[in-house]
């Protein structure tokens, strides 16, 4: 892949729109080639060199860009863009290219930075839930509308919101809240709720908001600047619903001791992990994760944000679930938008309900452009005559359902398309029948948009281009040359023949670096060498028992090695080095040439690029090539 991305980098070919006029720059076997697409890319190349020294003149570059070509042309003429393999990987890179030119730029970035706004600015709301699943059938989702309704019509003539949350909200929570949700900001609610939230008014009532859970009423009763996040540890004495008031009289009393046991100097982390019944953070001196407004219930969160500074604790206060003691211990403001932007859009696009969102801009955008008009009439006959959808596309049903840019998209294209993606559904319900039709027509619409990307955007064409002839570039070179090349041992045994010498050694001390347990074993050794034994007799003779002797056999360059370095060039003494236990035995010796396994990988590069060079020549007496002399000139001149 690096040397995939390397031929990209190398040549990237960015072709450009075809005039009427083109000079013509290059022609190979009748193949034209431009002077704009050769100026193109030989500025693009150039531009992309840090040295001066790097760069080309035109005529220099000349040479490149015709050999790529001759490369790209002989890959096309033995059919390589036909394999399955080719296709496929390019069209996974066209997926890739092509996905932010399906969407609405302008759409999203405006919902990112409307989210960041939201970021910045909590809002205190409540709610009023009147449940209904999806894919409920019309006439139960008309009844749960009109009852909520009935119930906003009922706030609006005077009665209390908290009231009407309490005696009609399906939220269970509204009994002990009365629909109080407390302040959030965005990605705490679900996407339909939090745009209503940020959108009412403050003191309003909403209209009725659909989200997964049902119907939704909003009222928004404050917003205010985004606190940020806050870190505290608390000490906690809990207590259940309706606990008797001798307990309670007994916690709050335990509660005040231990806040008397801190006015007088008591550690907060060590009366945590005594008296808290937090298990999850008394082990931790009370200590727990951080947290925004929107996270933590309201009874708690406001007062730890109300503490001013770092090590300030509040006097015990009174939540649902117990009596708690709370301490600051850091705080955090809202990030910068450049801080948290990339986070946001990861976050719309992994959010089904944001990304429909973004999705329904672009389409809408796409209708408008492309002058699509639904045909109502043949719409409602298919939703009403409830189509069976095991239909063969075969018959004739051929009426359109919409038009799009001048062509008709019909009943049995859209049937196709139901049976292809939904294979186990056997008849449309009318509950989800628009569903069906509108994702159709989505993908219909996001289709055509994909097909024309290269008409309509020429960085997207010149690109894929540039994917296209890489790819075909890198497999054929890879086939020619680099695979070939590891492959071939009798050819790069041959070239190291022929170049033997390209690759010397330095003065190298060649013999032993000997290393002894202790001077006995050392002039045992010394007694083995002298004696004319060979390196494994020495090993065996002194290594029977225990061992005692290591020896390392080689050859040296200079500062290749500490030991050798210090005896044959006077070199700095290693570290930890004892001269009478470890020692060398041999000599130096002159430049020599290196070996084919020791200079391996240098030769096979060498060999490459002469087969890469041999087979230039090859691709250039194969094909008729004509450059525009004239033309070459004018761009010299240009350029100098």
């Not at 231990?258 to 100097?265: E, F, P, R």
């Not at 696009?349 to 969102?357: F, G």
């Not at 509950?431 to 997207?460: A, C, G, R």
Request: aromatic fraction near 12%; include cysteine.
């Amino acid at each position: 892949m690096r040397r995939f991305i390397s031929v990209i980098i190398l040549f990237s070919i960015v072709y450009s729109m075809v005039a009427q006029n083109k000079e013509v720059m290059l022609t190979i076997d009748g193949r034209q080639f431009s002077k704009e697409e050769f100026v193109r890319i030989y500025q693009k190349n150039n531009s992309n060199l840090l040295e001066e020294s790097d760069k080309k003149s035109p005529e220099e570059y000349l040479d490149l860009f015709v050999n790529f070509k001759l490369k790209v042309i002989e890959a096309e003429n033995l059919k390589m863009d036909t394999i399955q393999s080719f296709i496929n990987e390019l069209e996974t890179y066209r997926k890739e290219l092509a996905a932010p030119y399906l969407t609405d730029v302008s759409f999203n970035e405006k919902l990112v930075a409307d989210t960041y706004q939201r970021m910045v600015t909590e809002v205190k709301a409540s709610h009023i839930l009147v449940a209904i699943p999806n894919n409920q059938a019309p006439e139960d989702t008309l009844l749960a509308y009109n009852k909520i309704m009935d119930v906003r019509n009922k706030i609006l003539n005077g009665l209390e919101f908290k009231d009407a949350a309490f005696e009609y909200s399906e939220d269970p929570s509204a009994k002990s809240n009365r629909g109080d949700l407390g302040y959030f900001s965005a990605f705490q609610m679900v996407f339909p709720f939090e745009e209503a939230a940020y959108k009412t008014p403050v003191g309003e009532i909403s209209m009725p908001v659909r989200s997964n859970y049902g119907y939704h009423l909003l009222k928004v009763d404050d917003k205010r600047d985004a606190k940020g996040e806050i870190k505290v540890a608390h000490i906690m004495k809990s207590f259940p619903q309706n606990t008797d008031n001798s307990i309670m009289k007994t916690l709050r009393m335990e509660i005040d001791s231990i806040y008397k046991q801190l006015k007088n100097g008591a550690d907060f982390a060590e009366l945590a992990k005594k008296y808290s019944d937090d298990k999850n953070s008394s082990v931790n001196g009370g200590e727990m994760a951080w947290f925004s407004s929107g996270r933590m219930i309201s009874d708690f969160a406001n007062p730890a944000f109300a503490l001013e500074k770092n090590g300030d604790y509040t006097e015990p206060i009174v939540t649902q679930f117990g009596f708690h003691i709370i301490k600051r211990l850091d705080h955090r403001p809202v990030k910068t938008f450049d801080e948290v932007k990339s986070e946001i859009e990861r976050r719309i696009k992994s959010d089904p309900a944001r990304s429909v969102h973004s999705k329904s801009a672009f389409v809408g955008k796409l209708k408008s452009e492309y002058g699509f008009q639904v045909n109502e009439k043949n719409v409602k006959n298919v939703k009403n005559n409830t189509y069976l959808i095991k239909v063969d596309p075969n018959n004739s049903l051929t009426d359109q359902l919409f038009l799009l840019d001048g062509t008709e998209y019909t009943i049995d294209r859209f049937f196709t398309y139901t049976i292809d993606n939904y294979p186990a559904l056997r008849e449309f319900e009318e509950s989800t029948f628009n569903k069906y039709l509108n994702e159709w027509v989505e993908y219909e619409l996001t289709s055509y948009e994909d097909s024309k990307l290269e008409d309509k955007y020429p960085d997207f064409k010149y690109l894929m281009q540039e994917y296209h002839d890489g790819i075909l570039l890198f497999n054929l070179s890879d086939e020619k040359i680099w695979s070939f090349a590891s492959t071939d041992s009798i050819g790069l045994e041959a070239y190291y023949k022929r170049n033997t010498g390209k690759y010397m050694w330095g003065e190298r001390f060649k013999g032993l670096i000997v290393k002894c347990m202790n001077i006995e074993t050392r002039e045992e050794a010394d007694k083995y060498f002298s004696e004319g034994m060979t390196v494994q007799e020495v090993l065996d003779l002194t290594n029977s028992e225990e061992e005692k002797v290591q020896i390392e056999e080689g050859a040296w360059e200079k500062n290749s090695n500490p030991i050798v370095n210090f005896y044959v060039w006077n070199g700095e003494k290693p570290e930890n080095f004892n001269e009478e236990l470890e020692f060398i035995r041999g000599d130096k010796i002159g430049s020599e040439s290196k070996l084919l396994n020791e200079a391996r990988g240098l030769y096979l590069s060498d060999y490459q690029n002469y087969l890469e060079t041999e087979w230039v020549k090859e691709l250039r007496s194969k094909y008729k090539i004509k450059v525009n002399k004239k033309l070459l000139k004018a761009i010299n001149n240009v350029s100098n």
